[in-house]
């Protein structure tokens, strides 16, 4: 199965009419945050696929329009936000938001993270109880600590996540946040069994 990863960035020839062409095998897309819901919209209404993804510290819940406050969540995607999604046999789970550094929306203390995730571990539990393992890919907007994250309280990582893949061993956590320039960057960290990807701008995988 392919999926295509994005995140923090538009990319030109995916905000195009090319789009359609070069990722017509594309089975689904994950969505890192911090992309405009007319992006998002873009894609899933020309490829037709089904889109999952988290919010990034830099979206919005509400948005003003000539008709008054209106949700800014992305409208036909699926919200990965604490929650455990199996999709053609491809179980998927998420965790939105970075480290908590000015107080606005989708930002979370360590601890705040840590009992997000805390209340996810029965819904672990009985997913491995029906499906023999715990999750297979893990979706968030902030990396794991230590892994391509920065030393900056906005863009430092969760040692949350990171305790996550010593525990549950998914086999990818991706996330995005980070912005990457040049070609020497490293955007892809395996950790035990779990590839760790940063999905900025986009990256396609296969599962």
Known sequence: MKILLISDKIIEHIYSASIEERFKDID?????????NYYLDFIISTLNKPL??????????KTYTENGIKCAHPEGCINLDNKIIDYNGIIL????????????QYQ?????????????????????????????????????AGIHDAE??????????????NRYHPKYLVHGHVHQYGTNNIWLTEVGETKVINAYGYRVIEI
């Open 152 to 165: 900056d309280l906005c863009h430092r990582g969760f040692k949350s996540f990171y305790n996550f893949i």
């Open 93 to 104: 789970m998420g965790f939105e938001g970075s480290m908590k550094y000015n107080g606005q």
């Open 52 to 61: 999952f993804y988290v919010m990034g510290n830099h979206n919005n819940d």
């Open 28 to 36: 689904f897309i994950i969505s890192c945050g911090d992309l405009p």
């Open 108 to 144: 979370y203390t360590e601890t705040q993270m840590k009992w997000k995730i805390m209340r996810m571990i029965p819904h672990l539990y009985i997913t491995k109880l029906f499906k023999r393992r715990f999750v297979d890919i893990v979706v968030t907007h902030a990396p794991a």
